[in-house]
T-cell receptor, first 113, second 113 residues
Framework: AAGVIQSPRHLIKEKRETATLKCYPIPRHDTVYWYQQGPGQDPQFLISFYEKMQSDKGSIPDRFSAQQFSDYHSELNMSSLELGDSALYFC????????????FGSGTRLTVV | AQKVTQAQTEISVVEKEDVTLDCVYETRDTTYYLFWYKQPPSGELVFLIRRNSFDEQNEISGRYSWNFQKSTSSFNFTITASQVVDSAVYFCALGTSYGKLTFGQGTILTVHP
């Protein structure tokens, strides 16, 4: 079965650079969620989109923005990167907010040097 | 607001011992889902179980079992006859109608040979 695809798997950026993370949800899933997991921390919700509209927002820094496209894939754009942005970034998808099919991608490991 | 508490930060056992990971949650929602995820050193979140708030049946899957008690807002996870491959970080999570998940702090399980 198709899973949630995240790219890239690993990313190394320098401070003050920009990074773009991509998430391709499971077919027929129309809702995407982004989470950030710092070292030794639990995943923290950043933002979600349903039908290309932002549906919920967590502790997402102003330097970060995200959007969902017509094919339901989503991109998380991170600007003016800081060392503290180094983390695992997970994307999850579902059909509407039905948690029965909630599925996480394998994550993108971002390292800021 | 949703809250998940995993009382044990770290647990260390010897192979073949049974181990129980505790999870207590708080929510005002009457409909919610509870999850357990395993996170090995490679970083991905491996789905273990999902239980909705109306289903208090305990579940057993191989060496894994889950005890859901709504009266105490707990959803505990037991591994019987632990193995070295069970070593990982385990997260309990709570999902409500908006779709985002709230995670506990995680329990680091180390199984020694």
């Amino acid at each position: 079965a198709a899973g949630v695809i995240q790219s890239p798997r690993h990313l190394i950026k320098e401070k003050r650079e920009t990074a773009t993370l991509k998430c391709y949800p499971i077919p027929r899933h129309d809702t995407v969620y982004w989470y950030q997991q710092g070292p030794g921390q639990d995943p923290q919700f950043l933002i979600s989109f349903y039908e290309k509209m932002q549906s919920d927002k967590g502790s997402i820094p102003d330097r970060f923005s995200a959007q969902q496209f017509s094919d339901y894939h989503s991109e998380l754009n991170m600007s003016s990167l800081e060392l503290g942005d180094s983390a695992l970034y997970f994307c999850a998808s579902s059909y509407r907010t039905d948690l029965r099919g909630y599925t996480f991608g394998s994550g993108t490991r971002l390292t800021v040097v | 607001a949703q809250k998940v508490t995993q009382a044990q930060t770290e647990i260390s056992v010897v192979e073949k011992e049974d181990v129980t990971l505790d999870c207590v949650y708080e929510t005002r929602d009457t409909t919610y889902y509870l999850f357990w995820y395993k996170q090995p050193p490679s970083g991905e979140l491996v789905f273990l179980i999902r239980r909705n708030s109306f289903d208090e049946q305990n579940e057993i899957s191989g060496r894994y079992s889950w005890n859901f008690q709504k009266s105490t807002s707990s959803f505990n996870f037991t591994i019987t006859a632990s193995q070295v491959v069970d070593s990982a970080v385990y997260f309990c999570a709570l999902g409500t109608s908006y779709g985002k998940l709230t995670f506990g702090q995680g329990t680091i399980l180390t199984v020694h040979p």
